[in-house]
């Protein structure tokens, strides 16, 4: 099974400050073919079923304000929160599906400094 | 609006069976594979099975195989997932999932969960 290490486990911004969680995978990612990372990032806020957030490494799911971006390729992704607002309060995953099983990060928490 | 409403959770015995359903509703279901994915207390997130969208092909955990089924009845637009011989490690929250993009391997729509409680 391919594992994904997230760094760090929990962090706290301060408000309108940048966040950037990191996501290391065991193996790569990178489908030849057509040059896309099978990586997706969720968020999940309390109480809630996780949200996806990017998919494709990069592609913001519809809805998705801009401020979350993401990158990387191979093994080694990036979700970066720019100018973090409350409501960013959450945990947030990175999950493969490049191959089965599809393997979830361990989560990073996010909270305001 | 895509919506998956999951039901059939509750406290069981270790050793018994219990049999989730998923209600779908707001897109074609017969078009999409369908995964559950579950989240103990406290804990991440665990992708539990996938099923195509005709249900003639199926994939499990390791830590499920031969206890769990799941299965689909597109005419009612419902996802299954039979569990038999339940344990302390399986209680968890169990979502019901969308396999939205990358030939189903991609999820996106979640359902709210479903809690299952295995204690004696």
């Known amino acids: 099974d391919i594992v994904l290490t997230q760094s760090p486990d929990s962090l706290a911004v301060s408000l309108g400050e940048r966040a950037t969680i990191n996501c290391k995978s065991s193996?790569?990612?990178?489908?030849?073919?057509?040059?896309?990372?099978?990586l997706a990032w969720f968020q999940q806020k309390p109480g809630q079923p996780p949200n996806l957030l990017i998919y494709?490494?990069?592609t913001r799911e519809s809805g998705v304000p801009d401020r979350f971006s993401g990158s990387g390729s191979g093994t080694d992704f990036t979700l970066t929160i720019n100018s973090l607002q409350a409501e960013d309060v959450a945990v947030y995953y990175c999950q493969q599906y490049y191959s089965t099983p599809p393997t979830f990060g361990q989560g990073t928490k996010v909270e305001i400094k | 609006e895509v919506q998956l409403v999951e039901s059939g959770g509750g406290l069981v015995q270790p050793g018994e069976s219990l049999r989730l359903s998923c209600a779908i509703s707001?897109?074609?279901?017969?078009?999409?594979?369908m995964h559950w994915v579950r989240q103990g207390p406290g804990k991440g997130l665990l992708w539990v099975s996938r099923?195509?969208?005709?249900?003639?092909?199926?994939h499990y955990a390791d830590s499920v195989k031969g206890r769990f089924t799941i299965s689909r009845d597109n005419a009612k637009n419902t996802l299954f997932l039979q569990m038999n011989n339940l344990g302390a490690e399986d209680t968890a929250l169990y979502y019901c999932?969308?396999?939205?993009?990358?030939?189903?391997?991609?999820?996106?729509?979640w359902g709210r969960g479903t809690l299952v409680t295995v204690s004696s």
């Open positions: 193996q790569s990612l990178l489908y030849s073919s057509d040059n896309k990372n099978a």
């Open positions: 494709w490494t990069s």
């Open positions: 099923i195509s969208s005709d249900g003639s092909d199926t």
């Open positions: 999932v969308r396999g939205g993009f990358n030939y189903g391997r991609g999820i996106d729509y």
């Open positions: 707001g897109f074609t279901f017969s078009n999409y594979w």
